[in-house]
């Protein structure tokens, strides 16, 4: 069973158990989260499509981590006019563990 899931404007595939790194959340670690924003849920030869969410369905999850990404260099440069600009950037994330996938119509 997956499910297709929307946080921070960006959409994430997660199967229960995933650990997967999202966008920074305001909760706090052993916090727990239940995402509504589900796109999509397969479980075997039941699937559900949302338009654009599934009514009734969520995913629960447990903030594990909260944590700043690899740092990334950015450079410009115009050449034979002595411009350069160096700067770096590092994206807060928040990781969750995907305890359950709760589909339309279950408890």
Do not use: W
Not at 76 to 84: A, S, W
């Amino acid at each position: 069973m997956f499910a297709v899931i929307e946080t921070g404007g960006k959409q994430y595939r997660v199967s229960q158990g995933d650990v997967v790194r999202v966008e920074r959340l305001e909760e706090n670690v052993g916090d727990h989260v239940a995402i509504d924003a589900v796109h999509l849920i397969a479980d075997g030869e039941a699937v559900f499509v949302g338009c654009p969410n599934v009514e009734g369905a969520e995913v629960r999850a447990t903030v594990v981590e909260e944590g700043r990404g690899r740092k990334v260099v950015v450079f410009k440069k115009k050449r034979r006019k002595g411009y350069r600009r160096k700067i770096g950037h590092r994206q807060d994330y928040t990781a969750l563990q995907i305890d359950e996938i709760v589909a339309p119509g279950a408890k």
